[in-house]
Nanobody, 121 residues
Framework: QLVESGGGLVQAGGSLRLSCAAS????????MGWFRQTPGKERDFVAT????????LYADSVKGRFTISRDNTKNTVYLQMASLKPEDTAVYYC????????????????WGQGTQVTVSS
């Protein structure tokens, strides 16, 4: 089970850190990803991190502004978001990779309930 937190309302240019806490003992074996979704649109890839944290992958739209990290001792994955833009407004979800694609949401599962991020201009 995954539980996201840390969302909120922030002004453009501001920062937020999202957390995703996992239950279970196998967290450190999973590649983890962050995705986001706005009403009426499909869920979009944001960032993914390997099970050890050594490898990461980012969407072009967030590269250089967002940083994904994890602490396997706390069963938690983070998304540090900086230089936020109004177009970053979305519900953010974390999930565990169950397939092979690090970008395709259809290859992820155990989705959390999401946390709302709203960036005002």
């Amino acid at each position: 089970q995954l539980v996201e937190s840390g969302g909120g309302l922030v002004q453009a240019g501001g920062s937020l850190r999202l957390s995703c806490a996992a239950s279970g003992r196998a967290f450190n074996t999973y590649v983890m990803g962050w995705f986001r979704q706005t009403p009426g649109k499909e869920r979009d890839f944001v960032a993914t991190i390997s099970s050890t944290g050594e490898s990461t992958l980012y969407a072009d739209s967030v590269k250089g502004r967002f940083t994904i990290s994890r602490d396997n001792t706390k069963n938690t994955v983070y998304l540090q978001m900086a230089s936020l833009k109004p177009e970053d407004t979305a519900v953010y979800y974390c999930a565990a990779l169950l397939g092979v694609s690090w970008r395709d949401p259809d290859d992820f599962g155990s989705w959390g309930q999401g946390t709302q991020v709203t960036v005002s201009s």
